[in-house]
């Protein structure tokens, strides 16, 4: 099993429609976890970091599940300039590197 | 304000000719990384360095290696550039926090390398 899995996609949606991307980790003692996104060409950039309580941020909400090891991001009323690749992001154990995800392809179509 | 700094954006070197990419930082973070990304992959760590620490994952070829001659700078040198190299290579840092889980990494724009 990959360390962290992803749908690979991609998610063709229109303008205004709601997304969810779900991600699975294999270690169940991973420490923290985060959403990058990265457009095309573009380096990846943090998006939001994904606490045990479930956090928000304007129209993107993260959920942790532990118990079931998955991480899941929503996209609420979804915009052109959310086009992007979503990658899913698992910190193993403090001060060691970040598992990286394959990403998701979002494209919100006009 | 550039925090990660990456030269050039893009290389093109020829097979088998030793090329070296940069990577510098403003934000004084004690940990550096190497990755590699080729397209719709994720990036693939090659190392990193915590401090003067070098940390080599264990699948990364011999072909590429690293310096850093102090905390502000780190290279990525590959010395026999193969056209399985060609990729974008991405510089990132971290602050390195003792016990610190939810460390946040700042990427460098990426320096796309294409082998002839």
């Known amino acids: 099993r990959k360390e962290v899995e992803q749908d690979p996609g991609p998610f063709n949606v229109p303008e205004g429609a709601t997304v969810a991307f779900n991600c699975t980790y294999s270690?169940?003692?991973?420490?923290?976890f985060f959403w990058y996104r990265q457009d095309c060409r573009k380096e990846p950039k943090l998006l939001m970091s994904v606490y045990s309580s479930g956090n928000e941020d304007g129209r993107f909400t993260a959920q942790l599940n532990r118990a079931s090891q998955y991480i899941s991001l929503l996209i609420r009323d979804s915009k052109l300039s959310d086009s992007a690749t979503y990658l899913c992001v698992v910190n193993p154990w403090s001060n060691t590197p970040l598992v990286f995800g394959k990403g998701t392809r979002l494209s919100v179509i006009a | 304000d550039a925090m990660v700094i990456q030269n050039p954006r893009y290389q093109v070197t020829q097979f088998g000719k030793p090329v070296t990419l940069s990577c510098s930082q403003t934000l004084n973070h004690n940990v550096m990384y190497w990755y590699q990304q080729k397209s719709s992959q994720a990036p693939k760590l090659l190392f990193h360095?915590?401090?003067?620490?070098?940390?080599n994952e264990a699948d990364t070829p011999d072909n590429f290696q690293s310096r850093r001659p102090n905390t502000s700078f780190c290279f990525l040198d590959i010395r026999s550039p193969g056209l399985g190299d060609a990729a974008m290579y991405l510089c990132?840092?971290?602050?390195?926090?003792?016990?610190?889980?939810?460390?946040?990494?700042?990427f460098g724009p990426g320096t796309r390398l294409l082998v002839l």
């Open positions: 270690n169940s003692a991973s420490q923290s």
């Open positions: 990132a840092t971290s602050r390195g926090l003792a016990g610190g889980s939810q460390e946040t990494q700042y």
């Open positions: 360095y915590y401090d003067k620490d070098f940390n």
